[in-house]
């Protein structure tokens, strides 16, 4: 099946410092990904949606130029948290959908990245 | 625009009972359905999906799931309960055409009892 990475899978880091998530379809061509933020026991909650090589469309509420989001190619597809604070601390999922008829509507999600800012 | 009812947050079963996880959903137009398993600090994990045809579906681990359009559900079941079972279920649908945004319900946590 479609196999999605994220790195790193954990990542502390001091407050005021800029943090990059990288989300790797590692098997098919991601026409489409997408950042969703998780907070303890809730539900995942969709941040933004980016296309390869045009600009990431971003949910409402969600600070644009603080969550920097790059999707150069249709393998690769970052995250920068700018300027981190503690309220940023968080599970950060990215997932990878392929312009495939066959994974039609079905995202692939990777393992996540435990983000904590001190 | 859509949206997913996940009728509760918590859920517990005993080892070798039946497994009823409860989803509804709202669409404007022929959905897809999904149900997704997530393990402690892990991602999540596809356990089947509706998108046409067969309104039965069977998914990994012996789940299966029902599509009933005239009651807008699409509940999750497993005769028999294992503990590897427990984790958190997602329901989670999206307007039918492959290429459009996924909203998901709030989860339920599945406890398993010995």
């Known amino acids: 099946g479609a196999v999605v990475s994220q790195h790193p899978s954990w990542v502390i880091c001091k407050s005021g410092t800029s943090v990059k998530i990288e989300c790797r379809s590692l098997d098919f061509q991601a026409t489409t990904m997408f950042w969703y933020r998780q907070f303890p026991k809730q539900s995942l909650m969709l941040m933004a949606t980016s296309n390869e090589g045009s600009k990431a469309t971003y949910e409402q509420g969600v600070e644009k130029d603080k969550f920097l989001i790059n999707h150069a190619s249709l393998t690769l597809s970052t995250l920068t948290v700018t300027s981190a604070h503690p309220e940023d601390s968080s599970f950060y999922i990215c997932?990878?959908?392929?312009?495939?008829?066959?994974?039609?509507?079905?995202?692939?999600f990777g393992p996540g990245t435990r983000l904590t800012v001190l | 625009a859509q949206s997913v009812t996940q009728l509760g947050s918590h859920v517990s079963v005993s080892e070798g009972a039946l497994v009823l996880l409860r989803c509804n959903y709202s669409s404007s137009v022929p959905p897809y359905l999904f149900w997704y398993v997530q393990y402690p600090n892990q991602g999540l994990q596809l356990l089947l999906k509706?998108?046409?045809?067969?309104?039965l579906v069977k998914g990994i681990n012996g789940f299966e799931a029902e599509f009933k359009k005239s009651e807008t559900s699409f509940h999750l079941t497993k005769p028999s309960a294992h503990m590897s079972d427990a984790a958190e279920y997602f329901c989670?649908?999206?307007?039918?055409?492959?290429?459009?945004?996924?909203?998901f319900g709030i989860g339920t946590k599945l406890q398993v009892i010995p």
């Open positions: 989670a649908v999206s307007l039918s055409g492959g290429y459009q945004k996924v909203t």
């Open positions: 997932s990878a959908r392929g312009g495939a008829i066959i994974m039609a509507g079905e995202q692939f």
């Open positions: 509706y998108t046409t045809g067969a309104t």
